[in-house]
């Protein structure tokens, strides 16, 4: 499979509940980004990676949220203490080379927060 | 200054008909539009991007025209088919930044047969 995978594919929690999830990218894409999307809106830009270096994080992206991406290969983004307001789809998207400018994203993660 | 936006938010077209997406961006250090294409449960796929140098794209049934000084963008599908009802969102970037994109509020398409 040579697309953005990403798990789980749904994901219900009960506030308070931390979460984790998972993006695997194109192989050899060294670019990855998370947005979240909410119902009838269009995806927002939470944090950005080139390898391993987080090089941007939106301010949207609060204490509660942490992103990582060790050796530079696979991404988790984990948010801790969910509130309702964390209920969306969690989209990953990775790129290759600075050239290369188009995005490929995952099926996403929805969350859903009781 | 980074917002994106999209109009109209949902457009219903006949089949073999034209649909007209529009979207109007303030940021001038913009110089990647992409449109992408999204179903229900699905994650966005891209349709077709621009770069500001040319006026208009054109793949398939897919044109996108820019207007620079304008600062706007649209995307038109000819012959629209029932298989192109979806959400359509535009975006813009800035590539030597980090190349995040900020989407548009995105339009629903349904195409009547």
């Known amino acids: 499979d040579t697309g953005v995978s990403q798990n789980p594919r749904h994901k219900i929690t009960k506030r308070g509940q931390n979460v984790t999830f998972r993006c695997d990218p194109i192989?050899?894409?060294?670019?990855l980004y998370w947005y979240r999307q909410t119902l009838g809106q269009g995806p927002e830009f939470l944090t950005y990676?080139?390898?391993?270096?987080?090089?941007?994080k939106s301010r949207l992206l609060s204490d509660r949220f942490s992103a990582e991406r060790p050796k530079g290969s696979f991404s988790t983004l984990e948010i801790q203490r969910t509130e309702q307001g964390d209920s969306a789809m969690y989209l990953c998207?990775?790129?290759?080379?600075?050239?290369?400018?188009?995005?490929?994203f995952g099926p996403g993660t929805r969350l859903l927060v009781l | 200054q980074q917002q994106v936006k999209q109009s109209p938010q949902s457009l219903i077209v006949q089949k073999g008909g034209i649909s007209i997406i529009n979207c109007a961006y303030e940021n001038t250090a913009f110089d990647y539009f992409p449109w992408y294409q999204q179903f229900p449960g699905k994650g966005p796929a891209l349709l077709i991007a621009?770069?500001?140098?040319?006026s208009e794209k054109k793949e398939g049934r897919f044109t996108i025209s820019f207007n620079k000084s304008a600062k706007q963008f649209s995307l038109h599908i000819m012959d629209s088919q029932p298989g192109d009802s979806a959400t359509y969102f535009c975006a813009a970037a800035d590539s030597g930044n980090t190349g995040k994109l900020i989407f548009g509020q995105g339009t629903t398409l349904q195409v009547k047969p």
């Open positions: 192989s050899e894409h060294n670019r």
């Open positions: 990676f080139q390898n391993e270096a987080q090089l941007e």
């Open positions: 621009i770069r500001p140098d040319v």
């Open positions: 998207a990775s790129r290759g080379q600075k050239w290369e400018e188009t995005q490929y």
